[in-house]
């Protein structure tokens, strides 16, 4: 087996929950923000504790993100570019990963979120890149779980299937496939016959259905908003930033003129 074969499949290092969520904001700022992109330490310690989008609610401070990205520069995962009036970080997870953009974006949910759905994950991702439907989903999750770069928690053919990302630790993992295990799967319509009347039951199941379609569409809608705000609070601290420098530029100006 070449090496590059052999690297993509792994092992994968196992990451703690600051690592997770410094790389899955860079995934995601790379993708939302793209003029804001690299970002600087200020602007990852706002991504990492972003209220929207975000599973567990992180509140780290610019120690904790520096720190982090220290490790991550050492596995090779992330590099800072330097030459600029501040200094930013970018990730280097298509090379490291060997993986696609759509691959990326749904790697980069789990990071953000963990364990989730099929269909969660979908809507989420799509935030980043269009994933039409499930089927689409799960052609690009098969080269994923075969790579175990994403790990399913429950039998893949389940209704309502739930996975993860494949960087957590043994015992992490081995808590999230026992809780899945417990989690009841969603019941499954019985179809209607075409030429019967609907009996009430049929009709509430037929009502449930387009309920959870308005829910999965205002869902989408509702994440499309978190990111456009993530945007804004995202370009608040980059302007920010340049004033901040701006005003120690005059500061340092005034003082060569003797003012």
């Known amino acids: 087996m070449s090496e590059e074969v052999a690297g993509r499949a792994g092992p994968w290092p196992v990451l703690s929950v600051n690592q997770r969520r410094v790389l899955g904001v860079l995934v995601e700022k790379a993708k939302t923000t793209p003029d804001a992109y690299p970002l600087s330490l200020n602007a990852?310690?706002?991504?990492?504790?972003?209220?929207?989008?975000?599973?567990?609610?992180?509140?780290?401070?610019?120690?904790?993100?520096?720190?982090?990205?220290?490790?991550l520069k050492q596995m090779g995962l992330v590099s800072k570019i330097v030459g600029g009036?501040?200094?930013?970080?970018?990730?280097?997870?298509?090379?490291?990963?060997?993986v696609d953009k759509v691959e990326l974006a749904i790697l980069g949910e789990l990071l953000l979120r963990g364990a989730q759905t099929e269909g969660e994950l979908r809507i989420r991702a799509s935030r980043m890149e269009p994933i039409d439907d499930l089927e689409t989903l799960r052609s690009r999750l098969k080269p994923l779980v075969e790579r175990h770069l994403v790990v399913y928690l429950t039998p893949e053919e389940r209704r309502g299937a739930m996975l993860t990302h494949g960087f957590h630790a043994k015992h992490e993992l081995d808590r999230l496939l026992s809780h899945a295990a417990s989690v009841p799967a969603p019941a499954t319509a019985t179809p209607a016959s075409s030429h019967a009347p609907m009996r009430h039951e049929e009709r509430s199941s037929a009502e449930s259905a387009g309920l959870c379609q308005e829910l999965a569409a205002l869902r989408q809608e509702l994440a499309a908003a978190q990111s456009r705000i993530a945007s804004l609070e995202q370009q608040t601290v980059n302007l920010r930033e340049e004033l901040q420098q701006v005003r120690q530029d005059f500061l340092a100006l005034k003082q060569a003129l003797g003012g």
């Open 44 to 71: 990852l310690v706002t991504g990492c504790n972003q209220k929207s989008n975000r599973d567990p609610i992180l509140e780290l401070d610019e120690d904790d993100v520096a720190d982090t990205l220290n490790e």
């Open 85 to 98: 009036r501040v200094e930013r970080w970018r990730h280097l997870l298509y090379e490291g990963w060997h």
